[in-house]
């Protein structure tokens, strides 16, 4: 059992609140992100874990057990740096067992671990190689194999994919998955990578000036936003915004924005006429025409919910299979994506129309979901 | 064809290789001049015997390096006989009042043999009746006669004092090496002695090359005592640290002619400061105060400490830049894989810093190995040449004395030493990178 747990925990660099008393529950054997913008606070949270920052005030337990006054060394910890931290005068070898050797495993044990986790990782091949002599990639999976000599009970990753080029961070992706789903241990990562976060983790932590603003797998915080800068940070490219009004008039409740759009609304629940809103949609849910969407005739008269909202294309950004258009709306600018459609013309104005069954409300002023 | 040549001339003057010829020219003028012409006239004058007021310097080859005249064997610690009790060995040094010399013809030479206390020894062979006597009365009569306990039982030696026996002159090798088995009849310890004219055979050249090792080897292994440390210290941060660094530098950039008159006074037999201090401090009594110049146990530990006061901010400065070097993760994840702060020196911090701290070694080494300005002011070589180093001699003997051939020679011994040191110190870096 490794699970971790963070009980009101803080820390301050004098005045400066980097992580102002957050609770927090790893569960054993979990995969869990901490993401945010950078200075977020999931660094410092993580580097609080490892025991490489104090903390200011409050308590963490790993495996039952209070770690806070405890050195790196005694948490059962292992970690992954960003920039993998290798020692350059050793060798693959060497590096992978430095940490073996300092607590005074026998020789035989060490070589016999080493050569597993080389292995797994596919680097028997480079093993007396020093870490200038292998690809970013191949020191990644140095720094991951150094820590996983540890067989810690948590392994920390503090952004360990930041330094590859985009193809072998997705690759690298993929890998770390695939080594949590067979080695079992319990997995804290920190990212600011969105994507990552969304494709790699069983439970997210998203974390915003200090706080925890949301905490879920990456369903629920792609589809339940709690509050307007989840909404935001999760989605590429991000969801739009449009400030707006609630109004009242006969059919009942509509979204009143700027520049004199008037939306339908088909939540009856979201307060009365005259509240201040920010409406939330994602760039998926703007369609070129109505009723695209593969839904059976019947569930699409049911929830037919789209409004028609006239923009003008400014810039199409096609991606092969999917297109992303910047257009201006009497609302302001959004993004939208979809198929690529001749009618998709820098400089050409058309019909949208925003699908009002996928949007989501924010409070205007608590910017929280509604 | 006017227009042609015109484009060519801006053409010549658009490329910048001419350009660089220009400008580096007066670099090169100079370092023919000063730097070159010197080497190669040092060459020439020494192999020639170029002297103060010589007009006519003839070509002796290489005479003022190596010229040897003849060979002398010297020779202490005569095993005069191996007994097996103590009490045997006793009775024999006991009975040597009593000895007495006897020689006899061998061959065209004559034995010298002890007889001691019912024994005969046969201890030398020498060409002529009397030098044999007279040797062979020395080890019977002068010598310190001692009990020694071997592996088997015990042995009389006798210990020669102060200076070894000499014999000799053989005139080559092939006569020493006979010498070596055939004049001496006992076990003892033999040394050959070369002599000639020739640096290598001057014995003020041997003790200066000795000097010079231990002049440059004490100045750097001090040093490396005092930069790591101050250099970990300024690697922390705290406040007044950036002041402390600038500090740090002075001793470094002060001419080296005005420190060391401030070091000449220091280190003074009568007035100085440090005397005073330990006087005053009653830790040392007025009658035993430290002649550092003139102490000959002294004046070599005096003139490493200023060299190592002058040089160590540059040695903490190179350490200190390798120190920043290493990135704080890395010490970071020692910290997590289990390394106290005396395992991450060990293990981490020296491994990373040592390339730097060789190239360092390397400046440094050369730079003590060819210094003069800090003997010069301090010693000028003294007491009794303990503090001559190859340059300090080179000049007493080129300048000074007026040997410009053999001071020549002293001084281009310099290159093949520090050319083996360096090729060692950078074959070192190479297999480290």
Redesign the interface.
Known sequence: MADVILEKVEKRFGDVRAVAGIDLKVRDQEFLILVGPSGCGKTTTLRMI???EDVTSGDIRIGGRSVTHL???DRD???V???Y?????MTVGRNMA??LR??GMPKKEIDERVRQVAEILGLSEQMERKPRQLSGGQRQRVAVG?ALC?QAGVLLFDEPLSNLDAKLRVYMRTELKRLHQSIKSTMVYVTHDQVEAMTMGDRIVIMNGGVICQVGTPLEIYDRPANRFVAGFVGSPPMNFFDGQLAEDSGGLTLLLTGGVRLPLSRTDSGSGGRRVVLGLRPEHILLAPGIRPLSEAGRAATRQEARVRAMIEVVEPLGHRVIVTARSGAGVFQMETELHASLKPGSETDLWFDMTRAYLFDAATEAAI | MADDAGTRRLRLLDREAPLGYVLVLPAVVYLALFIAYPFFMSIYLSLTDAQAGNRKWTFVGSKNYSKVENYQILASDFVLASVPTEAEASALVAARGEGKVVTAADGRAFRASLVVGGRTIPVLRMDKEDDASFVGGTILSDLDWRVEKTSSGFRVVAHTPDAPITFGPFPDRAALKRGETETVLVPATMKAKANGKGVMQDPNFLLALKNTFKYTFGTEIIKLCIGIPCAMLLNRRFGGRRVLRGLLVIPWVIPIAISAQAWLWILDSTYSVINWCLVHWGLLAPAHIINFRGDKDWAMLSVILVNVWRGFPFTTIVILAGLTAIPDEILERARLDGANAFQRFLYIISPMVRPILMVSLLFSVIFSFTDFNTIWIITKGGPYDQTQVLSTYAYQLGVNAGYLGKGAAVSLFMFPLMAVMVFFMLQFLRKEA
């Open positions: 490892a025991g490489l050195a790196p060394r910890i292992a970690m740096f960003q920039s931290a290798l020692y350059p005068h430095f940490s300092l607590r150094a540890r």
